[in-house]
């Protein structure tokens, strides 16, 4: 049985997910964040092996920690081949748009998805899927019972679409078509906020239910 422990990060607070096994000492890292101190604490503790670092989209506050995270764990980065550049592009992750945010510039990643990918890690099947609209290569993580949607679903929310590649219509299209077609009962690990499953949002969401947007 995974584990998934939530780390909110970085001056603009955002989730990043350390799944694990514990058995087998294996782990992935989801969104590894800015300012990753405490995530590497605990992988360092726990004598942790991380097969991956996956990114749901490259903006600064998903990928600031990035480099240190890579640095330690030696892991590959995945990442949509829509955002494989916006990595080493501050105008594009968007570090270079807000006064105060350090540069953000990274290295390549070592894998590139198109989206419809099943990766094998942790012994488990990860389904890769292209949830554009807060940003045109957002990519969704599901497995048995829970998806890890970056910053296209939050609890009672959803993902701001006013950023460089971001469109509202594609954003409503990925969460209507693609995520709420999940079961009910499936938990939802977002990019900032609480954890929520699709079930509630269908009831309390004013922007999936149609009270708004």
């Known amino acids: ?125 990860f389904e890769v899927i292209h949830t554009p609209g807060h940003s045109p290569g957002s990519i969704s993580f599901v497995l048995e019972g829970m998806i890890f949607s970056g910053d296209v679903l939050f609890a009672g929310s959803i993902g701001r679409t006013d950023l460089p590649g971001g469109d509202y219509s594609t954003l409503m299209m990925s969460i209507h078509d693609v995520l709420m077609e999940l079961p009910e009962e499936t938990v939802v690990y977002s990019g900032h906020g609480p954890v929520t499953t699709i079930g509630r949002e269908q009831e309390s969401n004013p922007f999936v239910n149609g009270m708004m947007g």
């Open 1 to 125: 049985m995974l584990q998934v422990e939530t780390y909110p990060l970085g001056p603009v607070i955002t989730n990043a997910y350390l799944v694990f096994d514990e058995p087998t000492k294996k782990g992935i890292v989801i969104d590894p964040g800015s300012e990753p101190e405490a995530l590497l604490k605990r992988i360092k503790e726990m004598e942790l092996e991380v097969e991956a670092i996956l990114l749901t989209h490259a903006h600064f506050d998903h990928i600031g920690g990035l480099e240190k995270v890579r640095a330690q764990t030696k892991a590959p980065v995945y990442i949509h081949q829509e955002e494989s550049e916006w990595l080493a592009d501050p105008q594009r992750n968007g570090s270079s748009l807000f006064p105060g945010v350090a540069t953000v510039v990274c290295n390549p990643a070592e894998h590139i998805l198109q989206g419809g990918e099943i990766l094998q890690l942790l012994g488990e099947q």
